[in-house]
């Protein structure tokens, strides 16, 4: 049987990305399934010991143990660029390809070639973080020439306590960017449960939604030649024609 594989690299405290990854291809087993390997993620900020949680070579190594499993692409499932900068995101891909033969990508890299692919310059930011790490994001997405017309945060840096806010909140926080009419949200997060609320929020705001879960699997589907368009209710994205 032909399968295709995809590898995650996954923050060791988050509870949401494995299960909604799973959720969201579900529909396409056994074709398609998802594999992951968790390295030491456990608080988010900007200090040398938070920061130091996202040296490349720990996720070198988990990506060598999802080479094992002959994977098809790998994803780095986490949103470090957000503050790091996205830079670090493209040299990360390169050294897992040069590592092990394995096209790469990440979740921050996905969102940013959604938002290109749709034409949307004017993003809602919703995430759990502080202000000084959202501070980070909005400079870094200002930088790369979007403008961040929106930004709502939960002001919560243990990783693990982004799984205990519930789809209402993230729901109520994705209302309020909105107001703003931005031509598309990012819920910048992999350990937040945005996953489910897109379809739902698309419909009553009018407005795409990037969950980094989901565009991760969006991403990560294109990038092994299976057809996104095949998983439905997960969001417009997988539905969308635009070229990627």
């Given at each position: 049987m032909q399968r295709t594989l995809l590898g995650m690299l996954?923050?060791?405290s988050n509870t949401v990305l494995e299960p909604y990854t799973a959720a969201i291809l579900a529909g396409l087993l056994p074709a398609v399934t998802a594999h992951f390997q968790r390295f030491r993620v456990t608080r988010i900020g900007l200090s040398d010991d938070a920061l130091a949680q996202f040296d490349p070579a720990a996720l070198?190594?988990?990506a060598r143990l999802l080479a094992d499993a002959r994977v098809d692409a790998i994803a780095w499932n986490g949103?470090?660029?957000g503050w790091l900068g996205f830079e670090a995101d493209r040299r990360l891909c390169a050294a897992?390809?040069?590592a092990t033969g394995i096209a790469?990508?990440?979740s921050v890299l996905a969102i940013n070639d959604a938002l290109v692919a749709l034409g949307a310059r004017r993003i809602g930011l919703v995430t759990p973080y502080t202000p000084d790490v959202q501070a980070r994001i909005v400079a870094n997405y200002c930088g790369a020439g979007f403008e961040v017309a929106s930004e709502t945060h939960l002001d919560e840096a243990d990783n693990f306590s982004f799984s205990d806010f519930d789809e209402e909140i993230i729901a109520r926080d994705m209302r309020a960017a909105a107001a703003a009419r931005p031509d598309a949200l990012v819920i910048l997060c992999t350990n937040l449960r945005g996953a489910p609320t897109v379809a739902r929020m698309e419909r009553e705001l009018g407005i795409p939604v990037l969950d980094s879960v989901a565009v991760t699997v969006w991403k990560t589907l294109h990038m092994t030649g299976v057809d996104p368009s095949l998983i439905r209710g997960w969001g417009a994205l997988f539905q969308s024609k635009v070229a990627r």
């Amino acid at each position: 049987m032909q399968r295709t594989l995809l590898g995650m690299l996954t923050p060791s405290s988050n509870t949401v990305l494995e299960p909604y990854t799973a959720a969201i291809l579900a529909g396409l087993l056994p074709a398609v399934t998802a594999h992951f390997q968790r390295f030491r993620v456990t608080r988010i900020g900007l200090s040398d010991d938070a920061l130091a949680q996202f040296d490349p070579a720990a996720l070198l190594e988990a990506a060598r143990l999802l080479a094992d499993a002959r994977v098809d692409a790998i994803a780095w499932n986490g949103t470090s660029a957000g503050w790091l900068g996205f830079e670090a995101d493209r040299r990360l891909c390169a050294a897992i390809t040069a590592a092990t033969g394995i096209a790469a990508t990440t979740s921050v890299l996905a969102i940013n070639d959604a938002l290109v692919a749709l034409g949307a310059r004017r993003i809602g930011l919703v995430t759990p973080y502080t202000p000084d790490v959202q501070a980070r994001i909005v400079a870094n997405y200002c930088g790369a020439g979007f403008e961040v017309a929106s930004e709502t945060h939960l002001d919560e840096a243990d990783n693990f306590s982004f799984s205990d806010f519930d789809e209402e909140i993230i729901a109520r926080d994705m209302r309020a960017a909105a107001a703003a009419r931005p031509d598309a949200l990012v819920i910048l997060c992999t350990n937040l449960r945005g996953a489910p609320t897109v379809a739902r929020m698309e419909r009553e705001l009018g407005i795409p939604v990037l969950d980094s879960v989901a565009v991760t699997v969006w991403k990560t589907l294109h990038m092994t030649g299976v057809d996104p368009s095949l998983i439905r209710g997960w969001g417009a994205l997988f539905q969308s024609k635009v070229a990627r």
